[in-house]
């Protein structure tokens, strides 16, 4: 039988965080509104650098969870997930999830100190953007000894940032079995290609290596656990990120239904607009404690993480789908219209059900490890 055994502290917000939480709002509500998210995403790099660095220099944000010794604020998950949250409110589209979290985790979990120093500490400072390759989607990349050390070759496809990411982290077969490798992509080894996606907030490339210098990371034949860890952080930080995307959902459903009127009322009086709002509050607050656990299982490290992350990506990708449609839905004619913000949270949504599994994907996984089939996790 499966036992939770998280710190319940870990399940409720400090006054550290909702102090940090209410900053975040503030400053983002004002440097990253709809319009100014509109022009980030259509900007060369996709999201604006002094943004970015203000991010990690004034608020601290890329070094929330990241241990002091390398730069960091010296706090858990939890910090960093306030701040993913808020930032998922906003569709805030700086790479923090593949620089600060996928990658992030990726150097922290090689147990690879000679890497965490050298970079590790630019994450923090917001100096450095990087990613994962050959983590998410199936990748054929290989490692093998050159005249000048290890070389790269290979693809792997819908990179998250793989276009610009200063660094990259890559999952590749080498001779002495799998390992993670870094690689600070050049144009003469290294392509990089940016794919059409659905949602606009959140770049892919396909990233092709030809001979690319790469150093090893950590030891021989760690990879597949190294990998299955950061995708299940990546997987709790993007469950914060979609309950943030919902509460701003919500909050404007909310505000459009109580302002527009019909027959003479508002909208929002109507019984049957009152339903379809009560429904969707229960399932967002059903998100927010399935994300808040995820967090806390991450925080606190325990080996509950897994299951706690696949329920997660569960209930908040239902949960983010169910309120973008609402969103969409209840503003009527003006909701479909290109201007309004509402079709780009519902890009989100939809994005973000298939970046880190689906949901019956995670079905199956919570089976195989909750021991409900014959098949493994």
Not at 39 to 49: F, L, M
Not at 325 to 348: D, S
């Amino acid at each position: 039988m499966f036992r939770v055994d998280v710190d319940p502290a870990l399940l409720l917000e400090t006054e550290e965080q909702r102090q940090l939480r209410a900053v975040l709002r503030g400053f983002l509500s004002g440097a990253c509104g709809p319009e100014e998210m509109r022009k980030q995403t259509a900007g060369p790099r996709g999201h604006d650098q002094e943004l970015w660095e203000r991010l990690a220099g004034e608020i601290g944000v890329h070094g929330l969870a990241l241990p002091e010794e390398y730069g960091g604020a010296g706090c858990s998950f939890a910090e960093l997930a306030v701040a993913l949250e808020e930032a998922g409110r906003v569709l805030c589209p700086a790479p923090l999830l593949p620089t600060v979290v996928l990658a992030g985790y990726a150097l922290l979990g090689s147990g690879d100190r000679r890497a965490c120093e050298r970079w590790l500490p630019g994450i923090a400072r917001g100096a450095l953007t990087a990613t994962v390759a050959g983590f998410l989607y199936a990748a054929d990349i290989t490692a093998e000894r050159g005249p000048d050390g290890w070389v790269l070759r290979g693809q792997a496809d819908f990179v998250p940032d793989g276009q610009d990411a200063d660094l990259l982290l890559v999952a590749a077969r080498a001779p002495d079995g799998p390992r993670l490798f870094a690689c600070e992509p050049d144009s003469g080894t290294c392509d990089r290609n940016r794919r059409p996606v659905l949602d606009l907030t959140r770049r892919q490339a396909l990233v092709g290596f030809r001979g690319a210098p790469a150093e090893p990371v950590g030891e021989a034949g760690r990879a597949p656990g190294i990998v299955e860890a950061v995708l299940d952080a990546g997987r709790a930080a993007l469950a914060a990120e979609q309950v943030g995307g919902c509460a701003h959902a919500l909050d404007a459903v909310l505000a459009y239904i109580s302002q527009r009127t019909q027959f003479g009322r508002p909208i929002g009086s109507f019984q049957a607009v009152k339903h379809r709002l009560a429904d969707l509050l229960v399932e967002v607050e059903g998100a927010r404690s399935s994300s808040a656990w995820a967090a806390a299982c991450l925080a606190g490290r325990t080996g509950e993480l897994p299951v706690a992350a696949s329920a997660a990506a569960v209930a908040c990708s239902a949960a983010y789908r169910r309120a973008t449609a609402e969103y969409v839905q209840l503003h009527g004619g003006v909701g479909f219209t290109w201007e309004h913000p509402a079709h780009l949270y519902l890009r989100r949504a939809r994005a973000d059900e298939a970046l880190f599994g689906t949901a019956d994907d995670h079905r199956v996984r919570l089976a195989g490890m909750l021991g409900l089939t014959g098949r493994p996790a």
